[in-house]
Each structure stands twice: as structure tokens, then as C-alpha cells.
């Protein structure tokens, strides 16, 4: 299995990025996605995830109405649209695969992960 996220970089506060996310290698479909983040010095943090048909998505409080994510079954991938970008918001970001389905949080719950990408919103 591969999770390949991609997307990230540096971008003034207020701006916006796109990630995406290509799996491989597993039943994708049937796989609840999250991203998930990890700034320095921090631990790794919730951040959003989707069911498997896209039907919902859930987000941390701190990017509810700026962040989006979404998901293309047909061609396995997931993306976190990034808009009204904060200095807060830097961190290394990465998505993971859930073989559960509903609401997934919880990294336990996530048993593959992509590398990750660096976003850095500078202010």
C-alpha cells in the first residue's frame, strides 16, 4: 500500500494550497481518508477526514470553513483544498487510510499513512 501526498509549500497567510493524496494497493473505496498535521514541537493533530463515498466529511474546529476535503473514488485519490491560510496552519501534513467506516479521528484508527508535505504559512 502507498499513500503519495503531494502539494504542499510555502505561502503568505491568507492564501491558499491544494493537497492531494494517491493511494495504491488497497480497496480505496471502502477506505474512510484523513489528513492529519504535525507543526514543531507538536503533536500530530486531526484535521479532516471523509467517508468512503464522500458523503461526509468531518473537520477539526480549527479549520472548519476554510479547509475542504474531498475525494475522487474512481481515481483513488483525496485532496485538502487549504484556504484563508494562517501562520498556525504550518506543519507537516499527512493523509492516512481507515479500513473502519464513519467518523475516524483517532491515528489508532488509521492504519496507513502517506510521507507527508510540508505547508508553511508565513504571516
Known amino acids: 500500500v502507498q499513500l503519495q501526498a503531494s502539494g504542499g509549500g510555502l505561502v503568505q497567510a491568507g492564501g491558499s494550497l491544494r493537497l492531494s493524496c494517491t493511494a495504491s494497493?488497497?480497496?480505496?473505496?471502502?477506505?474512510?481518508m484523513g489528513w492529519f498535521r504535525q507543526a514543531p514541537g507538536k503533536e500530530r493533530e486531526f484535521v479532516a477526514s471523509?467517508?468512503?463515498?464522500?458523503?461526509?466529511?468531518f473537520y477539526v474546529d480549527s479549520v472548519k470553513g476554510r479547509f475542504t476535503i474531498s475525494r475522487d473514488n474512481a481515481k483513488k485519490t483525496v485532496a485538502l483544498q487549504m484556504n484563508g491560510l494562517k501562520p498556525e496552519d504550518t506543519a507537516v501534513y499527512y493523509c492516512a487510510a481507515s479500513p473502519y467506516s464513519g467518523f475516524r479521528q483517532f491515528q489508532y484508527e488509521y492504519n496507513y499513512w502517506g510521507q507527508g508535505t510540508q505547508v508553511t504559512v508565513s504571516s
Open positions: 471523509i467517508t468512503w463515498s464522500g458523503g461526509s466529511t
Open positions: 494497493g488497497l480497496t480505496f473505496s471502502r477506505s474512510v
